[in-house]
């Protein structure tokens, strides 16, 4: 079996002048990415469909890569995993194979003008998220092509933990303006892991920021000249609106998440909103060892937290609320989802042991 010599000829140029190429399965049709156009052509198959899309995909493999072979199945994991260069990227866009493009959106070597011609050829919502990990992709036009698709597509989403990464990249500086993130914010509502994307993007920025804690003036007065005492700056931004806020929809999560990736998003969150007040103790896989711990280091005036009871006393409730969150990560439940796989209510429920003790402390950090 062979090309007929019309369509092999017609395949040539098109290669000589396209930018990217994709395929038309359903209707047999070959389209090239040219300067302002759209170039086509119809195949003429010579023996069943299937065979002839076959022989086509090694023509272009071929004149491309000089093997018939297509995409090598080998180089599929590495650029899978961004680890495709620059000096293969232009010809990957000729090959018509969806793994090809989606390696040219996950090299760490994308440019604005290569993520415009791979979105041309796979406008998939994958693609868009690849795209949107790039930053030269978010500072570019393409940025705001990708971000518009997302969140429109964004409701058709059945995945929590990939709704919760497309909300963590449309959030990415310049991508959505305010009436756009309110809108996306007010989508948590009804589905509360939309706000996990907030959490872990702009933490310091959530929309509608209650009032500050009664106690924040005196705490910022008391500790604001601590610039280097990671544990009071954190017990101040905690206190303050903006702080309030982090917690507030923290706990609204912790009340009722989805499923188990929902669960270890959100501890994700937390760890690294509390990041800088951690030091050099745990991870802690177990929630008691962390609750006594917590309660020794604020019993024996533990180094970290001796000047912030010096300068503001009687706080040792606050401060153990404090330590207890600056350790909760995803460790904590390891040991539980690796024995169950449930969600819901049942979920809920298995995890409380670890869930509870954090409520507790988000309470009394937010405790008029």
């Known amino acids: 079996m062979r090309i ?3 369509d092999s000829l017609k395949l040539n140029v098109l290669l000589a002048n396209a930018q990217a190429i994709r395929i038309d399965e359903r209707r ?6 040219t300067d302002g156009d759209d ?3 119809e195949l003429h198959p010579t023996c069943p469909p299937e065979q002839y899309l076959r022989l086509v995909r090694e023509l272009l493999s071929t004149r491309v890569l000089g093997s018939p072979r297509g995409y090598p199945v080998y180089l599929r994991r590495w650029t899978r995993l961004g680890e495709m260069h620059n000096r293969r990227l232009d010809s990957l866009l000729m090959l018509a194979e969806d793994e090809a493009v989606i390696a040219v959106a996950r090299s760490r070597d994308l440019t604005d003008d290569l993520a415009a011609r791979a979105w041309w050829s796979l406008p998939t ?4 998220r690849y795209l949107l990990q790039s930053r030269s ?3 570019g036009s393409m940025g705001a092509v990708a971000a518009q698709y997302l969140l429109d597509y964004l409701p058709f989403e059945p995945q929590p933990a990939a709704v919760i990464e497309i909300v963590r990249l449309l959030l990415q500086p310049g991508l959505l303006d305010g009436e756009k993130r309110r809108t996306l914010w007010q989508r948590g509502k009804a589905k509360n892991y939309y706000y996990v994307g907030f959490l872990q993007a702009a933490p310091d920025v959530l929309p509608d920021p209650p009032p500050a804690h009664p106690d924040y003036v005196l705490a910022e007065d008391a500790l604001g000249a601590c610039v280097d005492d990671p544990v009071a700056t954190l017990l101040v931004r905690l206190l303050s609106a903006p702080g309030q806020r982090f917690l507030a929809t923290c706990e609204r999560v912790l009340r009722k998440p989805a499923d188990q990736d929902v669960v270890v998003e959100l501890l994700y969150a937390v760890s ?3 990041r800088e ?3 050099t103790e745990g991870p802690f896989s177990d929630v008691d060892t962390l609750q006594r711990s917590a309660a020794a280091a604020v019993r024996d005036r533990a180094p ?4 912030v009871l010096e300068r503001l006393p009687n706080r040792e409730r606050e401060l153990r609320a404090v330590l207890l969150l600056t350790h909760c990560g995803e460790p904590l439940i390891r040991s539980i989802f690796a024995r169950t796989d449930a969600v819901g209510s049942l979920m809920r429920r298995k995890i409380a042991p670890v869930v509870n003790p954090m409520l507790e402390a988000i309470a009394t950090l937010r405790r008029a």
């Open 137 to 139: 992709v978010v500072d």
């Open 304 to 307: 970290a937290i001796r000047q």
């Open 272 to 274: 690294g909103y509390f």
């Open 277 to 279: 007040a951690r030091g």
């Open 28 to 33: 047999l049709w070959v389209h090239g990415m």
């Open 4 to 6: 007929s010599s019309e």
């Open 39 to 41: 170039a086509r052509v």
């Open 125 to 128: 919502a994958e693609v868009a």
